[in-house]
Nanobody
Framework: QVQLVESGGGLVQPGGSLRLSCAAS???????MGWYRQAPGKQRELVAH????????NYADSVKGRFTISRDNAKNTVYLQMNRVKPEDTAVYYC???????????????WGQGTQVTVSS
């Protein structure tokens, strides 16, 4: 079992950058990891995920080319670098531990408390 704590959210202007971190209480090396987000009145959506060794990443079309997911298994930490942010990126961002199956990401019920990202001028 692993506990996840997100940090790094805040208010950022459109076109700006933000780096989210997700620190785990235990080893994450056996888990694929994902970042989700949930905007008010919308369903939670998968933004990006990364395989156990970081060798493969995948992104939602809405963030492709702007966001980068990475991980440091030695530090039990996952990151989401957000560049050229847009107002529609405003949401609570959640870290998740899961696994990949046939190139798709499946989540275990390991979630952090979330970190708010607000993109506004």
């Amino acid at each position: 079992q692993v506990q996840l704590v997100e940090s790094g959210g805040g208010l950022v202007q459109p076109g700006g950058s933000l780096r989210l971190s997700c620190a785990a209480s235990g080893s994450i090396s056996i888990y694929a990891m994902g970042w989700y987000r949930q905007a008010p009145g919308k369903q939670r959506e998968l933004v990006a995920h990364i395989t156990t060794n970081g060798g493969s990443t995948n992104y939602a079309d809405s963030v492709k080319g702007r966001f980068t997911i990475s991980r440091d298994n030695a530090k039990n930490t996952v990151y989401l670098q957000m560049n050229r942010v847009k107002p529609e990126d405003t949401a609570v961002y959640y870290c998740n531990a899961g696994y990949t199956y046939r190139n798709s990401y499946e989540s275990y019920n390991y979630w952090g408390q979330g970190t708010q990202v607000t993109v506004s001028s």
